[in-house]
């Protein structure tokens, strides 16, 4: 059973930064890909961006320049962080982080832009 356990959420200002981690604990290591999702107010939930266990990301186009993706893989643990720069008030929503197989999510945590 993979348990997703998400930080690093809050209020922040325009043109400031946050990381997000995502730590996946797991007694059967079988994690190909991570990634994060996020979920505007009213919209559907969306790709961020992903990373394979061997380190392959992929990035939305929204995403590509300000976001950075990375893993740290361990014996029975893996973190997963985004890295947002640049924030805007329409990077608004609730980032929740992915991981697969088996297909998990996290709880989701707030992301806030606004001055």
């Known amino acids: 059973q993979v348990q997703l356990v998400e930080s690093g959420g809050g209020l922040v200002q325009p043109g400031g930064s946050l990381r997000l981690s995502c730590a996946a604990s797991?007694?059967?290591?079988?994690?190909?890909?991570m990634a994060w999702y996020r979920q505007a107010l009213g919209k559907q939930r969306e790709l961020v961006a992903s990373i394979t266990r061997d380190g392959i990301t992929n990035y939305s186009d929204f995403a590509k320049g300000r976001f950075t993706i990375s893993r740290d893989i361990a014996k029975n643990t893996v973190t997963i962080d985004l890295q947002i720069n640049s924030l805007k008030p329409e990077d608004t929503a609730v980032y929740y982080c992915f991981t697969g197989p088996p297909n998990m999510w996290g709880q989701g945590t707030q992301v806030t832009v606004s001055s």
């Open positions: 797991t007694s059967r290591f079988s994690i190909l890909v």
